[in-house]
């Protein structure tokens, strides 16, 4: 992880799916599995290295489907 | 009146004739017994007692053995261990014996293992490496972790954290509030090393992994655990809330 790392976080309805989903969902979206945690009503991605802003657009749409997510 | 009118003549004719057909002499018939080695009484005997002659006196025992067996006798033998008793008189007495020997030496083998161990540790501190042994008599406690209470003990070797992270940062850090509510955080991939402080003024009930019993994090205190993948933690308290800082490298 050289380099820049763009982080991403969500303010989210707490779904009681865990980083693993959520890492999962991410990758589906944006092509790139990213470090996530999730902590009661937010989630947070770590991108290693810088992601194109239309990927984290879809990754918008992804979360406000799955957790009513809102990028923070 | 003639002495052969007494005498039954045809008797006396057939036991001359018998006489006439012996054709052995007494010393005949004593070399006869006696064999071509003429041996005598006293060369049975001492052929019988002969230590030497193993065949004979194994033989000779066995006769004795079969023969006082046969009238439920004992046999009464020197030189075997003490346990080895007058009531020691069937095979399974004598392996109900050799069992209790063998459960015996197993239990002393083990001790003069752990004397063996400690012994051997120098008094004062020992260190393998990194680790330190202390003086032996914490090697109990040095495999048993437990992240609460004043005391923590831990085998591990402190990682090198320069190796560990040569790619760049990958640490986060992150303050969530603990409640009567269980909570708790996931990580993916799993943190690699985590720091959990409590910045309250209550303990906290942390469980790792999905663990179903919970390790007190006492107020105020901070608890590090290395080397061990951390996919989950779950914080509550018992009374109040408190901020509990999560600080993980995965």
Known sequence: MVGMVRVVV????????????????????????????????????????????????QLDKAMAEVAEGVRA | MSVFEFLDTAYLRAQLDRLSNLNMTLTELRDAIRGADSRTLTDLYNTLYD???????????????????????TVSIGNFPSWFTGSTKTTDDIYGKLDALDDALASVGTDKLRATLVDSL??????IGRVKLGD?????????????????????????????????TAYTEQEVTASTSEASSSFSPPLKMVRLCNEGDVDVAIKLNGSSTSKNLPAKACKTIALWKVESISYATASGSSTLRIEGYW
């Open chain 2, 51 to 73: 230590p030497d002659n193993a065949k004979t006196a194994a033989k000779w025992l066995a006769d004795i053995y079969n023969k006082l067996g046969s009238i439920g006798g």
């Open chain 1, 10 to 57: 969500y303010r989210v309805k707490d779904t009681g799916k865990d980083a693993r989903y959520f890492r999962s969902l991410a990758r589906r979206a944006t092509g790139v599995a990213p470090f996530t945690e999730v902590h009661p009503g937010l989630v947070r991605f770590r991108f290693p290295g810088d992601i194109p802003d239309d990927k984290v657009e």
């Open chain 2, 122 to 127: 120098p008094s004062g501190d020992n260190w």
């Open chain 2, 136 to 168: 032996g008599s914490n090697i109990v406690a040095v495999i048993s972790t437990d992240i609460g209470g004043s005391n923590y003990s831990g085998l591990a070797v402190a990682p090198d954290l320069t190796a560990v992270f040569a790619a760049g």
